[in-house]
């Protein structure tokens, strides 16, 4: 058996699923379960949420240990699953090691949709949130409105390479100081905070939060305390954000 | 027939967000699912009379029951519906209050809604822990 391959593989198993936002105690299951395949004495993965380390060891080879640092991360589900479906069926001898690499290497950039479908799932997203909390057509239309700023925002932060904190704190500015003057022109001061909520839930740290949760509920306190902050963190950008928007607002002209 | 708009408005709202963060396209109307049916148990116990954090609770405890099944039967990491499907229940109005409330200078209230967001955060996380721990003693 090629013991190198195999502990490429499942580091490169292990960056995917970190990449796209899996729980830590998950990525280094899937790490270890790749390694046992080897049947030899220690493997061991230790994994952060910012990096990896391996190390295979027995008697017969000399030890293979490799450290992985895993700098940007993107939410991506689809790679979660895939990652953990091909790791399952090299655990269960379905295929090879040989040709699970590949399969890995292929998935390590794919995005599962164009990016213009992430943008106006973006606005989607705010509009149909409004809706969930009882609000009008006036007020899906105006989150909508908030919804193409928030895409504006992820375009030039794409384009700045700003950081996620700057972004998030931008649009929800933007977002709060749209509507208070959208709404003081249309004189329908109802559901001012329907709109702005609706608004903000694409930028909430959903993911953070899970992840958060389920690390630490594994004992991994480390990662789980790091995306506890990670949650708070994003959570109080937003808010400021908000709370600019609301108050340049009032100085304006009372609107509140 | 407010409460079917929400639900389907939910319904949607997920799926819409599942493409945001990437979930696989024959998951998508699972995870729509949970993130609507989370919001009709939340609906459905606040009309009853319960309280908000009670009703965050339960409908916790629904969406988390609800992902884990699917995650079964689908043979997909919980996190792929969990994710998608918790959104709807993220406490968003009350931060949203809390900084408003600040901004006009009503400190009280704004202390009220920050004590309700952060225990709407913490039985959030009671029920996805009393989930994933009933789940894994089932597991083999």
């Known amino acids: 058996m090629n013991y190198k391959l195999l502990v490429d593989t499942a580091i490169l198993a292990g960056e995917i699923m970190l990449r796209s936002g899996a729980e830590t105690y998950r990525v280094e299951d899937t790490i270890i379960r790749i390694l046992r395949t080897s049947k030899l004495q220690k493997s061991e993965a230790f994994v952060t949420s910012t990096g990896i380390i391996v190390t295979l060891d027995d008697p017969t080879i000399d030890?293979?240990?490799?450290?992985?640092?895993?700098?940007?991360?993107?939410?991506?589900?689809?790679?979660i699953y895939e990652a953990n479906e091909i790791s399952r069926k090299l655990c269960s001898e379905r295929i090879t090691i040989e040709e699970a690499y590949?399969?890995?290497?292929?998935?390590?950039?794919?995005?599962?949709?164009?990016?213009?479908?992430?943008?106006?799932?973006?606005?989607?997203?705010?509009?149909?949130?409004?809706?969930?909390?009882?609000?009008?057509?006036?007020?899906?239309s105006l989150a909508f409105l908030n919804g193409i700023l928030m895409v504006g925002c992820m375009?030039?932060?794409?384009?700045?390479?700003?950081?996620?904190?700057?972004?998030?704190?931008?649009?929800?500015?933007?977002?709060?100081?749209?509507?208070?003057?959208?709404?003081?022109?249309l004189h329908h001061g109802v559901n001012r905070e329907i709109i702005i909520t609706g608004s903000i839930m694409p930028m909430v740290p959903g993911v953070a939060i899970t992840n958060a949760i389920r690390d630490t509920l594994q004992g991994d306190y480390m990662s789980g305390s790091a995306k506890a902050l990670e949650a708070f963190v994003s959570a109080a950008s937003i808010a400021a954000g908000i709370g600019a928007g609301l108050s340049l607002g009032y100085y304006l002209g009372g609107m509140l | 027939m407010t409460m079917l708009t929400q639900v389907l408005g939910a319904f949607v709202a997920t799926i819409a967000f599942s493409i945001v963060i990437g979930v696989p396209k024959k998951f998508i109307v699972n995870t729509g699912a949970v993130g609507g049916f989370g919001w009709f148990i939340y609906l459905l116990f606040q009309n009853?009379?319960?309280?908000?954090?009670?009703?965050?609770?339960?409908?916790?405890?629904?969406?988390?029951?609800?992902?884990?099944?699917?995650?079964?039967?689908?043979?997909?990491?919980?996190?792929?519906?969990?994710?998608?499907?918790?959104?709807?229940?993220v406490p968003g109005i009350?931060?949203?209050?809390?900084?408003?409330?600040?901004?006009?200078?009503?400190?009280?209230?704004?202390?009220?809604?920050?004590?309700?967001?952060?225990?709407?955060?913490?039985?959030?996380?009671?029920?996805?822990?009393?989930?994933?721990?009933?789940?894994r003693v089932f597991q083999k």
């Open chain 1, 155 to 185: 375009i030039l932060e794409r384009k700045l390479r700003l950081h996620g904190f700057i972004t998030n704190m931008l649009s929800s500015f933007l977002i709060a100081i749209n509507t208070v003057i959208l709404l003081s022109c």
């Open chain 2, 94 to 135: 009350s931060v949203y209050r809390t900084v408003y409330n600040i901004i006009i200078n009503e400190t009280g209230r704004s202390s009220y809604y920050l004590a309700q967001t952060l225990q709407i955060a913490g039985v959030i996380a009671i029920a996805i822990f009393i989930m994933d721990s009933i789940f």
């Open chain 1, 63 to 79: 030890a293979i240990s490799l450290v992985q640092r895993v700098t940007t991360r993107s939410t991506n589900l689809t790679n």
């Open chain 2, 48 to 89: 009853i009379g319960y309280g908000v954090v009670l009703c965050y609770f339960i409908s916790s405890i629904m969406v988390a029951l609800l992902s884990h099944s699917f995650a079964r039967i689908r043979k997909a990491p919980v996190t792929v519906f969990l994710i998608p499907g918790i959104i709807p229940l």
């Open chain 1, 102 to 140: 590949p399969l890995l290497k292929e998935l390590k950039d794919k995005k599962p949709y164009p990016l213009w479908l992430v943008y106006a799932c973006t606005v989607f997203t705010a509009v149909f949130f409004t809706v969930l909390l009882a609000g009008t057509l006036i007020d899906a």
